[in-house]
């Protein structure tokens, strides 16, 4: 008796299927894609219970006749290709014809379809890879499939599903990406029998009705630090939408990418944008939909099952074009529209080998070659004049009683620019960044309260309600409870709306720094490699101070001297939540050098 077997069809197809199908997400992406490729004018999509109850996608593209129908539900069948040959010229999104038949195999399906003028459609059901039924169904062009108890065949990989909250949001994603790479397309979609959203197709050409579909995807406040791009190289084309220098995010969240219209995964586009901003992120990140159209034979797109990641066979030139793109835009908007956030940001701003004014093509370095070596290489004067210094060997005594920068005798001078506080002290002249300094100690009286289980609350008068896309709400929903435990009191005020109720009484925001600050938040609180929760801790104490609105800008010679004080048992006096300094000194002889004096007075 032979050891090998050959597994049954039925086995088979769980395992194709578990390979195409992981999550409900999954099977409603390959969905989408048919209706795509069927050339859907509108496609809409319902979901039941986060897809693990209905998947349903109805589209009115071309239909299929009952032979075809048929055929569709078999592995290895598609309209799309018929040999070797053609994959080279493929333009649509499926190929393989698996999707339809792994579906199947998991599911509980039923399709009706219809082609264009025929006198019936037609219908089939069935289950777990067996048609039990086939019926007559109305001749209205298009298909619906509907896909209910995914995996109820496969106990195991149900139960490995993340919770419905996880799932809508990969579910929610998924739509999101579609309809920003398909903008000549309608969208619905509804979940539980919610409206989440609805774009139409807009008069007035892609652009519009990206920045249309933006508005609604990633929610009003991202949206509106969004600024436009279109240029790029005869040969590739680079447009889309993405972030002001001063309207950055805590996560990349909000970043997508698409190549020839499809949504894909690549580390060259990513690193390309972040490049073109140069010295301007401040460890934050961009938010994004960028589209590069290029010749389809310079890449594979087809490489990774789930087609989502990219391959280019010119790699450097793609990296030269989409960051120069990225670049030559915030610097032409520089001097224009582009708020920075500070003088000091403008100063950071050192371009490279670039300018607009002379036509000199972007020189961008090389893909590859590091930030830090290209700054070793030509140190700007720029870094050292603006970035000012902390006392140098601070950082080494930060957590002793008495940093070494408090040298005794002090007192206390004025203030300049309603922003700095001057000292005298037996070091010389002590600058003090008050907003720093305050940004410090509530951050750490936060986290001492916070870690004690003792935040105090502030109850809103007017709750604030706060507009978000509808994953980031799913996600703030999801750490509501945490979040209480921070201070925040949030509730569900509408499907995208999160309602805030309560915060940390330490803090005060108005209405606008709140809007940022929920945004930030579901980002911080949706991404994985922010996962343990004191990392979330931090970071969002981090953010609440740099939103909160510091204690006000002219500040009575006590108060200064108390700040000082408070800033003497902070445990790290040096720097801001941030990392920018707090305090320098300059020395007597540091002064007197600026006079041309040799030696002290
Ligand atoms: P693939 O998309 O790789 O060809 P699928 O299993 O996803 O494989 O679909 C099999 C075939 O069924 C497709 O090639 C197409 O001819 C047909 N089909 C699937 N969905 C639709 C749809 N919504 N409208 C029209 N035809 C469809
Ligand atoms: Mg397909």
């Known amino acids: 008796m032979p050891e ?115 006198d019936s459609g037609c219908a089939v059901v069935g289950e777990g890879g067996k048609v039990t039924k086939e019926m007559p169904a109305p001749p209205v062009k298009g298909t619906i499939v509907e896909a209910t108890e995914l995996f109820f065949n496969i106990p195991a990989r149900a139960k490995f599903l993340k919770s419905d909250n996880t799932e809508r949001g990969q579910l929610m994603k998924t739509v999101e990406e579609a309809a920003l790479a398909n903008l000549n397309t309608a969208f619905t979609l509804k979940m539980d029998g919610v409206e989440i959203f609805s774009l139409p197709v807009i008069a007035g050409g892609a652009m519009e009705n990206l920045k249309n579909r933006a508005a609604v995807i990633f929610g009003k406040s991202v949206y509106g630090g969004l600024i436009t791009v279109e240029s790029g190289s005869p040969a590739i084309a680079v447009y889309g939408l993405f972030s002001r220098p001063d309207a950055l995010s805590a996560t990349r969240f909000n970043q997508h990418f698409f190549v020839n219209k499809r949504p894909v995964v690549s580390t060259i586009l990513k690193q390309a944008l972040y490049r073109g901003y140069e010295h301007m992120l401040g460890g934050k990140h961009p938010a994004c939909a960028l589209f590069i159209d290029l010749d389809p ?124 506080l001057l000292f005298e002290s037996a070091g010389g002249l002590l600058v003090i960044d008050q907003h720093a300094a305050q940004e410090r100690l509530l951050f750490e009286k936060y986290l001492e309260e916070f870690s004690k289980g003792s935040i105090k609350v502030q109850p809103l008068i007017l709750p604030v309600s706060v507009e978000l896309s509808r994953s980031q709400l799913e996600t703030v929903l999801k750490w509501k409870d945490w979040l209480a435990t921070a201070g925040f009191e949030i509730e569900q005020g509408g499907p995208a709306t999160a309602l805030l109720r309560a915060t940390p009484a330490l803090f005060y925001f108005t209405p606008e720094a709140l809007n940022e600050f929920l945004g930030y938040l579901s980002e911080v609180l949706g991404d994985p490699s922010k996962s343990t929760e004191d990392i979330k801790r931090n970071t969002i104490a981090t953010m609440a101070c740099k939103k909160s609105i510091k204690a006000h800008d002219y500040i009575k010679p006590p108060e200064a001297l108390r700040l000082l004080e408070d800033l003497k048992s902070a445990k790290d006096s040096f720097h801001c939540p941030h990392g920018r300094p707090t305090l320098f000194y300059l020395s007597p002889s540091e002064i007197a050098r600026r006079f041309g004096r040799s030696g002290s007075l």
């Open 4 to 118: 090998i077997k050959v597994l049954p069809e039925e086995v088979v197809a769980k395992i194709a299927a578990g390979e195409v199908i992981e999550r409900p997400a999954s099977a409603l992406k390959e969905l989408i894609e048919n209706s795509l490729d069927a050339g859907a004018a509108k496609i809409d999509i319902e979901i039941e219970k986060a897809g693990k109850k209905l998947i349903r996608v109805r589209d009115d593209g071309k239909g299929m006749d009952k032979e075809d129908l048929l055929l569709s539900l078999g592995r290895h069948a598609t309209s799309k290709i018929n040999s070797f040959e053609d994959l080279d010229k493929l333009d649509t999104f499926g190929f393989r014809g698996e999707a339809l038949y792994s579906i199947f195999a998991v599911s509980k399906l039923s399709i009706s379809s219809a082609k264009k003028g025929a």
């Open 297 to 420: 034979s310079v890449c594979d797109a087809n490489i990774h099952p789930q087609k989502k990641d990219v391959k280019f066979s010119n790699d450097n030139e793609i990296f030269k074009t989409v960051s120069s793109a990225v670049y030559s835009e915030l610097l032409k908007k520089q001097t224009g529209e582009v708020r920075f956030s500070g003088d000091a940001a403008r100063n950071k701003f050192c371009p490279p080998d670039l300018s607009a004014e002379t036509g000199v093509k972007a020189d961008v370095p090389a893909y590859g070659q590091s930030r830090s070596a290209q700054r070793n290489a030509a140190p700007g004067a720029a870094d050292s004049l603006f970035e000012p210094r902390a006392v140098t060997g601070g950082a080494a005594f930060a957590a002793e009683a008495r940093p070494d920068w408090y040298a005794p005798p002090i007192s206390y001078l004025g203030q300049v620019a309603k922003s700095y």
